[in-house]
């Protein structure tokens, strides 16, 4: 008895991206959708839900895209400086650099439309991209040191005062 092939295609799924992997991920693809999301957002588990429901459907028709989703808070710094306010976010980048953003909960069609709206003025305008600066995803410059406070007049004869009684 022979078996057959499996014809079962891999579920493609979302790669989760930390902030040592985003940027990797932008400069090495050509076009990269990314999911901004949250643990404690409901509205961002069912559009994480669409997107991995149908991550075979996406990369079918658009096969250069890498699919990605991030949880913006394990950096909120990224977030912040690509000026994500709501949650879920859909963000798309386009040869290293944004190229569109579209926040809500959106269902499957909507996502390989709004891709597919994006591509098609993106080949007709290709100067329409916005360069992402790679200062977006650099950490932050640490917090000065704070400077000690002066002492008052009154706490500097208390501590004169503590120092001659000893």
């Known amino acids: ?14 790669l989760a991206l930390t902030p040592d992997t985003i940027v990797d991920i932008i400069n090495k693809n050509e076009l990269v959708l990314i999911d901004f999301w ?14 991995e429901k149908n991550g075979n459907q996406i990369v079918e028709k ?4 890498k699919l990605c989703k991030m949880n913006v808070d394990t950096d909120k710094g990224i977030s912040n400086n690509l000026n994500i306010e709501y949650i879920p976010e859909i963000v798309i980048f386009y040869k290293g650099h944004i ?9 499957i069609e909507e996502i390989l439309k709004f891709i597919g709206e ?5 080949e007709s305008c290709p100067d329409e991209v916005v360069d992402v600066p790679k200062i977006l995803f650099e950490p932050p410059p640490p917090k000065p040191k704070e400077k000690p406070k002066k002492k008052t007049k009154k706490e500097t004869k208390k501590t004169e005062k503590a120092t001659d009684q000893k």
Do not use: D
């Not at 949250?38 to 997107?51: D, H, R, T, V």
């Not at 658009?62 to 895209?65: G, I, R, V």
């Not at 190229?99 to 269902?107: C, E, H, L, N, T």
């Not at 994006?118 to 993106?122: A, K, Q």
């Open 99 to 107: 190229g569109i953003m579209q926040s809500g909960v959106r269902p």
């Open 62 to 65: 658009y096969p250069t895209l």
């Open 1 to 14: 008895m022979s078996t057959l092939p499996n014809t079962e295609k891999k579920k493609i799924e979302p």
């Open 118 to 122: 994006f591509l098609t003025h993106t």
């Open 38 to 51: 949250a643990e404690w957002c409901p509205p961002c588990l069912m559009q994480g839900e669409e997107i």
